[in-house]
Every structure is written in C-alpha cells, then in structure tokens.
C-alpha cells in the first residue's frame, strides 16, 4: 500500500458518511538536548558528546478523519543536522451496515505491558525513549463489530508505508477478539504476514479493590531473524530461526496520595543466551589483544545488539509519584542471567497547563561482562521542554 493510495482511497468514502463537526487541532512543541557518555565496550568505539533534537507534532479531526504530522529535527554529535516530516497518522472511519470500518494510517497498540509489549507486532517502538522519537503508524484497512462486551475486528495491515523505519517491512491479514468483564479484560490476536508466517497471542487484565492490578501477555511467532555470534576470525550471519516466544507478567499497586508501582517480568526465546554472549565477549577481548588490524572483526561482533531483545529473562521494577506540580519516577531493569543493568531516573515539572520541563539520567552497566555493559553509551543525560498550544 502506496501512500498515494492511503491518502486517496478514504476520500472515496469520505462524503457517503461524514458529518458536520468543527475542524479541531492542537500543538505540541518538544525540545531535547542529551549529553551521551560514551562506555568502555570492547564492542563499540564510541565517543561522549552533545546531541539536540526538535519534535513539532500537530494532531487534527475534522468530521470523520482523523491524523497527526510530525516535523523532526536532529543533530548528532559528530553529524550533521537532518530534518523530516512525517504523516504519523491519517485515516478516516465511519459505520456502514452495523460495522465499524477504518482506512489509512493509525498506530496499533494492543500491548498492556509497561517495559516491554510482546504484542506490537506491526510496528515495534521503543518503549520509555528518553529521547525525543516518532511513533508512526502502519497502514491498515479494518472492520470491526462491536457488541455489550466486547469487539471483534478484521484488518488488513501493511507496515511498509513507514517513513521513518527502513528495510523490507512485513505486511498481511490479523484478527482480533477482545472481551470486557466486570473487573477483567482480555483479548486475542492472530496475524500472518509474508515475513514472520503465523503470529498469535493474547493478553489478560484484572484489577483487585482499588490499588492492585495484574496483567499479562504472551506472543509465538512461527518464523524470525536472529544474528548469530561468529566463530573466532569469522563474522556474525543473519539465520532464519522458528517458533519464538514471548511472555510476561506484572503487576501494579497505586493509592490514593499518587504513588504508583509496576513489577514486571517478560522472557524472550528469541534472544541469545547468557553462553552465546560469553562468545561474543571473549571473541571480542581477543580481538582487542590483537591490535588495531583486528577492529573491522571486532566491531561486527556487535551487530548481534541488532536482534530484537537482548536478553531472555528480564525484571523491571517502576515508581512514579503524580502530584500536582512535580513527577518523580524511577526504573530498574535487571538481567538475572548476566547481572546487566539499566537504570533511569527522571521527573517531570508542570510550569503551566500547557508548559513542561523533563530531566532523567539513564545509566547503562551491571557485571563488566553483561550485555548492557557492553552497550556502545554508560549514561545519557536528557534535559526537554515541552509546550502545548
């Protein structure tokens, strides 16, 4: 699906459904400036510096159609500077014979995790970015039946109108069925796509009085990409492997004065295990030893960080107060198999209604020998602005 196409097919529809309704918008100006760290990886030769970057994002409605356009500017440390725009979304819905139908560009959200959502299948962001980020959607064409409890809903999903993502992006036919009780929710998603043959999953809600809350999801996917650590003078290769997994479980406790707790944990089989990153690691020292003619070698070793997750089995623990001028917040990852860590501390402070100021300091680090330790930055340091007209 061609963006030509996306943007042309819903005007098609446009005048049999729409309804007289004001044009609305809103603004959002967000601006970032990082100081990056750099680590002592024997896998990365990085550099400590100064990065900025600039997010202007409008969202609009008007009748039956609904977007946001993002404009994007960044300058690395090191770079120059680059600047693009983005529709992140644009579609338009309306009814017709008891079904509710969608046509364009919309994010798909179905996962109910906080660090990690085995369920955004379609087009994965990062999840709590302390940097400023895009979040676009994919193009889909749905229908949806709604009843007194639930919904059911049919989409054909194509991910390759992406501006921002790059490569050979999947595209194919997923179902989902979601239920609501009386203190529960649950649904479950299929999908199959020409890259990953057949996905499925689900996720289950449950609140407990007024503070507790549990949630889980889980997601195989039939087929995957996974780099693969490289024998001693060889170069990582790309393997098609099968079956992958995913899965995770929390829970949350909130009170009345705006303390707020989430303890997680997800595994992943998709990922290496803790003796395929010992390779990696002592491959890469030996290379070190060896000396500068040994760096293209040694710097490959990295490429498996470009898999979908890092490790299999993951803790996250998160605070956040909310009161009315102040947000504290506090994240711990921990990787029990290699002692990695990451850690983020932040807040938020609301000057006005429409005026923010963010800080947090994300630190990188664990075991000398741990996967995160091994990441190319220690700590990155993000101060922002937001401003909302």
């Known amino acids: 699906m061609k963006l030509y196409t996306l943007l042309v097919l819903p005007l098609i529809l446009a005048n049999a459904t729409s309804q007289a309704a004001p044009f609305e918008s809103q603004w959002e100006l967000a601006m ?66 008891n079904w509710d139908w969608l046509l364009g560009k919309r994010r798909l959200d179905f996962g109910v995790g906080y660090g990690q959502r085995p369920l955004d299948w379609f087009l994965p962001i990062e999840r709590n970015a302390v940097a400023l980020q895009v979040n676009e959607g994919v193009g889909v064409a749905s229908a949806s039946r709604f009843t007194g409890s639930g919904e059911f809903s049919v989409m054909l999903v194509d991910a390759g109108i992406s501006q921002v993502s790059t490569g050979d992006l999947p595209k194919g036919l997923a179902a989902r069925w979601y239920q609501l009780g009386a203190s529960a929710e649950w649904q479950l998603l299929g999908y199959i796509d020409d890259q990953r043959g057949v996905n499925l999953g689900g996720s289950w809600v ?125 994240d711990i990852i921990y990787t029990p198999e290699d002692s990695g860590l990451i850690l983020t501390v932040g807040g938020e402070r609301e000057i006005t209604e429409d005026w923010g100021l963010h800080a947090s300091l994300r630190y990188f680090g664990g075991r000398e020998q741990s996967a995160f330790a091994q990441l190319q930055t220690q700590w990155v340091f993000t101060l922002s602005s937001t401003i909302v007209f």
């Open 32 to 97: 970032a400036t990082a100081y990056d760290r750099a680590s002592d990886s024997v896998l990365f030769d990085g550099a400590s510096g100064v990065s900025r970057q600039a997010l202007l994002q409008g969202a609009f409605q008007y009748q039956d159609w609904e977007g946001q356009v993002s404009v994007f500017h960044q300058a690395e440390r090191g770079a120059s500077e680059d600047s693009q725009l983005v529709v992140d979304e644009f579609f338009w819905q309306g009814s017709w014979q």
């Open 206 to 330: 449950d609140t407990y009085g007024e503070q507790w809350e549990v949630h889980t999801e889980w997601r195989y996917q039939q087929k995957y990409w996974r780099w693969q650590p490289a024998e001693l003078m060889a170069v990582p290769q790309q393997e098609r492997d099968n079956d992958g997994w995913q899965a995770l479980i929390g829970m949350t406790w909130a009170n009345s004065e705006g303390h707020s707790v989430i303890f997680e944990y997800w595994f992943d089989s998709r990922t290496l295990g803790k003796s395929e990153w010992d390779q990696v690691f002592d491959n890469s020292h030996w290379y070190q030893s060896q000396g500068v003619q040994w760096d293209n070698l040694r710097q490959s070793s990295a490429m498996v960080f470009l898999n979908d997750s890092t490790l299999r089995h993951n803790l996250l623990l998160h605070w956040t107060l909310s009161d009315n001028e102040y947000h504290p917040k506090l």
